[in-house]
């Protein structure tokens, strides 16, 4: 079976979406914008995929940034058949 993990940064605005992927591609992390996940039902249908070992970044930079359109941010793993995702804390933004 194969599984892709990765981190997942969900937004309700398109722009704000492009603008984190690239705010985080300027600090040195591989990100790209992507389609949102049905199970993430909110949103703009755009999110930010990078990888996972960047959590630890991409919450420093949300901190900084304060997006006001952020639905979550997330643990995510796929396997052939779908998408599993862990919500990790945005409490400190």
């Known amino acids: 079976m194969t599984r892709d993990h990765y981190g997942l940064a969900a937004f309700?605005?398109?722009q704000q979406a492009i603008y984190f992927a690239n705010q985080l591609q300027r600090a040195g992390v591989r990100?790209?914008?992507v389609n949102t996940p049905r199970e993430v039902s909110l949103g703009?249908?755009?999110?930010?995929r990078f990888d996972?070992?960047?959590m630890a970044k991409a919450q420093s930079l949300l901190r900084r940034t304060n997006p006001t359109t952020l639905i979550?941010?997330?643990d995510a793993t796929?396997?052939?058949?779908n998408v599993a995702l862990k919500r990790v804390s945005t409490s400190n933004f």
């Open 12 to 14: 309700r605005s398109r």
């Open 31 to 33: 990100a790209s914008t």
């Open 72 to 74: 979550g941010l997330y």
């Open 44 to 48: 703009c249908g755009i999110s930010v």
């Open 52 to 54: 996972p070992g960047q």
């Open 78 to 81: 796929r396997d052939e058949r």
